[in-house]
C-alpha cells in the first residue's frame, strides 16, 4: 500500500508541477523568447525530439517538469565578465522587455491557480459523495480528563448540537470545521441546541501551533453502532460485526464512541465489550496493545453520514468552482500570517515528501471506496497542492516567481536594466532563502514519516 500511494502522489504532484511549468513555456513563446528545452519530468532524459527550436524531453523522475528558456543564466556570465549590463539579445530571456518577463514570471502561478478552477468546477459538475458525521460534540475536556479548551469556557456541553456559527448554519461536523479552523483567536457567535432549546453562546477559537488551525476543543458524537469491521483487526478476532451496537466497555456505559477512547487512556492490559445484536446481548474480550502511550486502532468504523451533492451544469460548475478556488486562495493567504505568531514550522510546513505522502494517501483512501470516489478525492487534493503552489511561487522571496516580478518591477520603474551583480546578488540571496526552508521542510517531513 505504501508503493502505491508513493506511486499516486508522485503521479499528482508531477501534474501540478507540469501544468505550472507550462504556463511559463506557452507564455515565453508568446513573448517572443526562445525556449530551448521544456521537459516531462526531472532527471536523466530517456525520450527527446526536437521541434523547431524547441527540444521536447521526457525525463526519468515524474515529478513535474521545467522549461529552460534561452539566456535565463546570462546574468550570471555578465557578471563573472564584470559587465555592466546583462546582454539584451533578441530572443533571450533578458533580451525581452520586462514588462514581457513579468508576464511569463506569473504565467505559472497563474495556470495552477486555472488548473484548481477547472478540477474543482468538474468535481462539483460531476456530483460527489460526502462522508461526515453528526453536528452533535462532545468536549474534549471530558475524553482527555481536563485541560483547558475554549469550548469549555464558552459553555458548550457535551451532546450540544451545533446549528450556527456566526451567520453559517451548521449542517454536520465537518461545517463546524470549516467554521473554526480559519478563525483562531477571533470572538465567534455560536448557536446550539440544548434539551430542546435553542441558547446563544460565544466561543473563540484558539490557535493550534503545530497546525496553524483554530481549535475549541469539541470532538463529534457519534453513536457505538458498528458500521464496518476491519478483517483480522481485534475487533474482528473478538467476533464483534457491523450491525453490533457497543453498550459498555469494562463495566462503564458508552453513549458514544468517543467514551471508549477515554477507557483506553487508562491502558488497560484488555477490554471487556458488552454489545447488543440483534435484540440480544453479547459480551467478548478483546486484549489490547499500546504503541507509545498509543492504542492499537481495535478496527471498528462507526456509522456516518453520506450525501450525494447534485450534479451542475457547466456554467453552473464553472461560477461554484471559482468560488471554491477564491475561498481557499483567501483561507491560504490568511495562514501564512499565522507562521510569524509561534507555529511550528516543522509541522505546519509541508515539504515534497510529505506532500508526495498525503496526495497518494488521500487518493489510496478514495480508491477503495470506488475508481469515482479515488479520482474526485485526488483530485480535489490536487487543486489544494496547485492553490498552494501558486500562492507560494508569487511571494516576493529571491528565485520564486514572485520575487522575479518583483524585480522585474524595480527594472521597469528605473527605467533602466540591472547591474549584473544586484541580480546575482538578488538569486543567491535567494538560492539561500529558498534552501534553508527546505531543509526544514525536509526535515519535518522526517519527523512525520518517523511518526507515522
Not at 8 to 28: D, R, S, T
Not at 146 to 164: C, E, M, N, S, W
Not at 191 to 220: C, M, N
Request: with cysteine; charged share 20%.
Amino acid at each position: 500500500m505504501l508503493a502505491v500511494k508513493i506511486i499516486l502522489g508522485l503521479l499528482g504532484l508531477g501534474i501540478v508541477v507540469f501544468i505550472h511549468e507550462l504556463g511559463h513555456f506557452l507564455a515565453a513563446r508568446l513573448a517572443g523568447i526562445e525556449v530551448e528545452a521544456f521537459s516531462l519530468g526531472w532527471g536523466k532524459i530517456i525520450l527527446k525530439k526536437k521541434i523547431g527550436t524547441v527540444e521536447y524531453r521526457l525525463s526519468l523522475f515524474p515529478l513535474g517538469g521545467y522549461c529552460k528558456m534561452r539566456g535565463e543564466g546570462d546574468f550570471r556570465e555578465a557578471y563573472e565578465n564584470n559587465a555592466q549590463a546583462i546582454p539584451a539579445v533578441k530572443g533571450t530571456y533578458y533580451g525581452a522587455a520586462p514588462w514581457k518577463r513579468i508576464i511569463v514570471c506569473f504565467a505559472g502561478p497563474f495556470f495552477n491557480l486555472v488548473f484548481a478552477v477547472l478540477v474543482l468546477s468538474a468535481i462539483w459538475g460531476a456530483g460527489f459523495e460526502v462522508h461526515t458525521l453528526d453536528n452533535r460534540i462532545v468536549l474534549a475536556s471530558e475524553v482527555s480528563g481536563g485541560g483547558d479548551y475554549a469550548a469549555d469556557a464558552a459553555g458548550l456541553k457535551t451532546g450540544d448540537r451545533i446549528v450556527q456559527i456566526g451567520d453559517r448554519a451548521i449542517a454536520n461536523y465537518h461545517d463546524i470545521q470549516e467554521a473554526v479552523t480559519p478563525n483562531a483567536d477571533r470572538d465567534l457567535p455560536v448557536r446550539v441546541e440544548r434539551d430542546g432549546q435553542l441558547i446563544d453562546l460565544a466561543v473563540r477559537p484558539r490557535l493550534d501551533k503545530q497546525t496553524g488551525a483554530g481549535r475549541i476543543g469539541v470532538y463529534f458524537w457519534t453513536d457505538p453502532l458498528i458500521e464496518a469491521v476491519a478483517a483480522e483487526s481485534l475487533a474482528a478476532q473478538a467476533g464483534l460485526m457491523p450491525g453490533d451496537r457497543i453498550l459498555q466497555v469494562n463495566g462503564e456505559d458508552l453513549p458514544h464512541s468517543m467514551a471508549l477512547m477515554k477507557i483506553l487512556q487508562n491502558q488497560p492490559a484488555s477490554i471487556t465489550v458488552v454489545f447488543e445484536r440483534e435484540g440480544r446481548t453479547h459480551t467478548t474480550a478483546m486484549p489490547m496493545s499500546y504503541t507509545d502511550g498509543e492504542a492499537a486502532d481495535i478496527g471498528v468504523s462507526y456509522k456516518t453520514i453520506r450525501y450525494h451533492t447534485p450534479s451542475y451544469s457547466i456554467p453552473q460548475a464553472l461560477i461554484k468552482g471559482a468560488a471554491e478556488t477564491w475561498k481557499t486562495f483567501t483561507l491560504s493567504l490568511r495562514s501564512l500570517a499565522l507562521l510569524f505568531r509561534g507555529v511550528d514550522l516543522t509541522k505546519a510546513v509541508s515539504g515534497p515528501v510529505r506532500i508526495t505522502y498525503m496526495v497518494g494517501e488521500a487518493a489510496a483512501e478514495g480508491f477503495q471506496q470506488g475508481i469515482g470516489s479515488g479520482i474526485g478525492s485526488m483530485a480535489g487534493f490536487l487543486s489544494l497542492i496547485s492553490i498552494a503552489l501558486c500562492i507560494m511561487n508569487l511571494l516576493p522571496l529571491p528565485v520564486l516567481d514572485g520575487g522575479m516580478i518583483l524585480l522585474f518591477c524595480v527594472e521597469t520603474l528605473l527605467r533602466r536594466p540591472l547591474h549584473p551583480k544586484a541580480v546575482y546578488a538578488f538569486h543567491t540571496a535567494g538560492v539561500v532563502l529558498i534552501g534553508g526552508l527546505m531543509l526544514l521542510a525536509i526535515f519535518g517531513d522526517i519527523l512525520f514519516l518517523v511518526h507515522r
